[in-house]
């Protein structure tokens, strides 16, 4: 019985695009870190599967719209993170949105991690940390509205990363991340270096 829960728990964090574990032999260790993040922070049940979704569709439709095939996932990724972590941030504050981030992140930390593993973690939190000060604008923004629903908050979050990263299409803004990782990735280009191919 326990195993099927398990594995219920885990589809379901699939579907809403929260996680995707592609090796079988991560799948348990999923489960275990995304569990771990409703023990640490129950709170967020009523609607993280909603916000995981939701910011997964927004974000792919958005990247596909930049019609940039070869930069689709980076500038898809780049929306993602800010969108969850700006709706996180808004619902449950800034200390449970890091808490939720840092957990993801962790999902992808093996034992021993390639550069290029390293850098993806690294520009995800960058991410992460500009999705909290986003969450935090839109708190100011709504700040003396009572019990807005989440489609009225899901759409300012929207909008709000449209007019703050208006140039969202060019890709991964630059990040503060080491160069000795930023060399064996091509997710290390910057915006700058793709504009003059």
Same mark, same amino acid.
């Given at each position: 019985?326990?195993?099927?829960?398990?594995?219920? @728990?885990?589809? *379901?964090?699939?579907? *809403?695009?929260?996680?995707?574990?592609? +090796? @079988?032999?991560?799948?348990?260790?999923?489960?275990?870190?995304?569990?771990?993040?409703?023990? $640490?922070?129950?709170?967020? #049940?009523?609607?993280?599967?909603?916000?995981?979704?939701?910011?997964?569709?927004?974000?792919?439709?958005?990247?596909?719209?930049?019609?940039?095939?070869?930069?689709?996932?980076?500038?898809?990724?780049?929306?993602?993170?800010?969108?969850?972590?700006?709706? $996180?941030?808004?619902?449950?504050?800034?200390?449970? *949105?890091?808490?939720?981030? +840092?957990?993801?992140?962790?999902?992808?930390?093996?034992?021993?991690?390639?550069? *290029?593993?390293?850098?993806?973690?690294?520009?995800?939190?960058?991410?992460?940390?500009?999705?909290?000060?986003?969450?935090?604008?839109?708190?100011?923004?709504? #700040?003396?509205?009572?019990?807005?629903?989440?489609?009225?908050?899901?759409?300012?979050?929207? +909008?709000?990363?449209?007019?703050?990263?208006?140039?969202?299409? $060019?890709?991964?803004?630059?990040?503060?991340?080491?160069?000795?990782?930023?060399?064996?990735?091509?997710?290390?280009?910057?915006?700058?270096?793709?504009?003059?191919?």
């Amino acid at each position: 019985m326990r195993w099927t829960f398990k594995i219920a @728990f885990l589809l *379901a964090l699939n579907s *809403a695009n929260c996680f995707s574990s592609t +090796d @079988f032999n991560r799948f348990f260790e999923d489960v275990e870190n995304a569990r771990e993040i409703y023990a $640490l922070y129950p709170q967020v #049940s009523r609607n993280f599967m909603s916000l995981c979704r939701d910011c997964y569709r927004w974000a792919n439709l958005k990247a596909k719209a930049c019609k940039s095939p070869q930069r689709t996932g980076e500038i898809e990724n780049f929306i993602r993170h800010l969108c969850w972590q700006a709706n $996180l941030t808004y619902w449950y504050g800034q200390d449970v *949105a890091k808490g939720i981030g +840092d957990i993801h992140e962790g999902i992808a930390i093996k034992p021993k991690m390639t550069k *290029a593993e390293e850098l993806d973690g690294c520009i995800d939190q960058e991410n992460n940390i500009r999705g909290r000060k986003l969450g935090k604008s839109v708190i100011q923004g709504l #700040s003396g509205l009572w019990m807005v629903p989440y489609t009225s908050v899901m759409k300012y979050v929207q +909008d709000e990363i449209q007019r703050s990263f208006s140039d969202y299409c $060019l890709g991964q803004p630059p990040t503060n991340c080491p160069k000795s990782l930023q060399s064996s990735s091509s997710r290390a280009k910057t915006r700058e270096s793709f504009k003059t191919h």
